[in-house]
């Protein structure tokens, strides 16, 4: 089992989704999540964030494109098509504008680069949750 | 002789030798008809044969009686024909030895011209014999020379001379060490002819330097004995591969060279993935100082999650510089190294460099290692390079796959002395007609491929003494295989 609990939740019952297959990755921002207080679960790849059935918990969804099995775009698709409407940020290394455009038109909230500025994505988070 | 003839000159001899005795009558001789008849019968059976000879005896018995001597009494004239008659006798005693001494002498004769053609044939053989080994040893692009037991040159051809800039008279004669140097004649010279001197065959190949520079010859030194069983001389010949070594060795070189771009170019076109494979620790690493930084600068900075942060930041740079220097060793140019390695180590490595790669294509990668195998003695970058070069076409192959695309990698034991690796994809598979060609230089089915890299790692498997092959895989697709020698424990 890949998420875990780091925090009660604050807001509600709002958690942050990390979905990501590189475990470096997962770690970091659950780390970086826990250090601006906010409650977070990872998840290794899509399928197992739509398995989990943690969905309708999630306040914000911060998923990266390139992986194996279905890519992050295919899960925006996906939780639109069940009419889930997560907000979600994408961190990615293989941004391309059109890319960015793309996801942005399907909804999403940002659209970061990796490396990414953290000050950035905990805004944005911040911003996402309390929509 | 003719029949006329023969008889005929038993009648003349007895006519003339009677004509004779008759002359000498008449000029008041005493008549020698006797001693002429016995020369005329000689004649007669000489050049006549026996039957003309016995009839010009009868004849001068006749003649005798009836025209010389017709009042002897019959005595006399018996005895008359008696000596007529022995030596009638005797002649055709001497007619038949003379016969005889004539087939003997036919028969020698005959043996003699056969012995006299049987020594020109030799005599000719021999000289061509001769003149076909002059001609060896004169127009052989070989250097060829004859030593004695005395160390020194019985005979050069003209190739040998020309190697030490000499002409070949003038090497005859000359001491090996005067050539070739007292060091070299000690050292290499003189052993060698000394071995072959005892009548063993001997060769040698190697660098030598003489007058003209350094030169690599390869070397054989083959007992010379005439009749005895001693050993007179030494025939040396030299073949000077100078040329072909450096050919040989500037070819192992653009091999290389060919073998290192081929590197390169794959690795270019891997380069956005690997990018990205970088990029997460890096990513990673940049998230967790700055996650450190906030627990550091709260109200209350919390030490022990500071640190945490810090040891991730830790951990994800060596990683990051983990891929850095293992993309480094693929680049790298140089001698293959060989090591004892886990195979599997080696497989997972270049499946975790590529991983980035495959997940673009949304292509899984399945591996089934076998973790009992033995270690094998490879060079690991050479290794990975093989399968870079699977893995990679085994991607491409999948590129257009409508359903799952997958790419199973499996490492077993087969047999006791080697391993097989094999790289199975489902996708387009093996081009139909030319499923042997593919492992052909500048064979490519892609639009911008070289078509050297399964060219390259058959050679490269085959160098550590493994095969690598290609068969269809069912329902669809390829499986590559290749197999490597595996290192016997000692007991």
């Not at chain 1, 490396?115 to 950035?120: K, Q, Y």
């Not at chain 2, 008696?82 to 005797?90: E, S, T």
């Not at chain 2, 790298?332 to 980035?356: F, H, M, P, Q, T």
């Not at chain 2, 489902?426 to 081009?431: D, E, K, Q």
Request: charged share 25%; aromatic share 8%.
């Amino acid at each position: 089992m890949a998420h875990s609990f780091l925090m009660s939740p604050r807001n509600g019952a709002k958690f942050v989704a990390i979905v990501d297959d590189d475990d470096s990755m997962r770690g970091a921002l659950q780390g970086l999540l826990k250090a601006v207080g906010l409650s977070a679960r990872a998840f290794e790849s899509a399928e197992e964030f739509l398995g989990s059935g943690d969905q309708r918990e999630t306040g914000c969804l911060i998923a990266d494109i390139r992986m194996p099995g279905m890519s992050g775009l295919e899960l925006q698709a996906k939780l639109n098509a069940e009419h889930c409407r997560i907000p979600t940020i994408f961190i990615t290394a293989h941004g391309d504008e059109e890319m960015r455009l793309q996801a942005l038109r399907a909804g999403a909230v940002e659209f970061l680069p990796k490396p990414f500025d953290d000050e950035l994505l905990v805004e944005s988070v911040r911003a996402a949750l309390n929509r | 002789m003719a029949f006329a003839l023969r008889y005929g000159l038993a009648l003349i001899s007895v006519a003339v030798a009677a004509g004779v005795a008759r002359a000498f009558l008449h000029f008041h001789l005493p008549q020698p008809f006797a001693a002429f008849a016995l020369s005329a019968i000689a004649i007669t059976f000489w050049y006549a044969g026996t039957a003309p000879g016995v009839l010009a005896a009868v004849l001068s018995s006749l003649v005798r009686d009836y025209f010389f001597e017709p009042d002897t009494n019959i005595e006399s004239r018996v005895l008359y024909d008696l000596v007529f008659l022995i030596f009638a006798v005797l002649m055709t005693r001497v007619a038949r030895a003379r016969d005889e001494l004539e087939v003997r002498v036919a028969e020698r004769t005959a043996e003699l011209t056969q012995s006299n053609d049987n020594l020109r044939r030799e005599i000719a053989e021999h000289n061509q014999a001769e003149y076909l080994t002059s001609q060896v040893f004169e127009s052989s692009p070989d250097g060829v020379s004859i030593v004695g037991t005395d160390y020194r040159y019985k005979r050069v051809n003209p190739v040998y001379g020309r190697t030490w800039g000499m002409r070949a008279d003038q090497i005859v004669g000359m001491h090996v060490a005067d050539l070739w140097g007292i060091e070299a004649f000690e050292r290499k010279n003189k052993p060698f002819l000394d071995l072959c001197f005892t009548g063993a065959n001997v060769s040698f190949a190697g660098w030598v330097d003489n007058s003209l520079g350094r030169r690599h010859f390869a070397l054989s030194y083959s007992p010379l004995r005439s009749d005895s069983e001693r050993v007179e001389a030494v025939l040396v010949i030299s073949r000077d591969l100078t040329e072909q070594t450096l050919a040989s060795e500037a070819l192992r070189q653009a091999q290389a060279d060919l073998a290192h771009a081929s590197r390169m170019t794959a690795l270019g076109e891997l380069t956005a993935s690997l990018a990205h494979e970088v990029n997460q620790p890096i990513a990673a690493a940049v998230t967790g100082a700055s996650t450190c930084v906030r627990w550091l600068t709260r109200d209350n900075p919390d030490l022990e999650e500071a640190r945490e942060a810090a040891l991730g930041v830790v951990r994800n740079a060596r990683r990051a510089a983990d891929i850095i220097s293992r993309i480094r060793s693929i680049l790298k140019k140089g001698e293959s190294k060989r090591l004892l390695v886990d195979i599997n180590e080696v497989i997972r490595e270049i499946i975790a460099l590529l991983r980035n790669e495959a997940d673009g294509h949304t292509i899984s990668i399945r591996t089934d290692l076998d973790a009992s195998l033995p270690k094998v003695l490879a060079d690991p970058v050479q290794v990975q390079q093989v399968m870079m070069n699977l893995i990679m076409n085994g991607i491409d192959a999948m590129k257009d796959l409508d359903q799952t695309r997958e790419l199973s990698i499996r490492s077993q034991s087969a047999g006791d002395r080697e391993l097989m690796i094999s790289v199975s994809d489902n996708g387009v598979g093996l081009p139909r007609q030319q499923a042997d060609q593919i492992f052909d230089a500048f064979f490519t089915t892609k639009p911008h491929g070289i078509g050297m890299g399964l060219r390259i790692s058959r050679s490269i498997v085959e160098a550590h003494g493994g095969r690598l092959w290609a068969a269809d895989n069912s329902p669809r697709g390829a499986s590559f295989y290749f197999t490597l020698p595996t290192k016997v424990e000692p007991l």
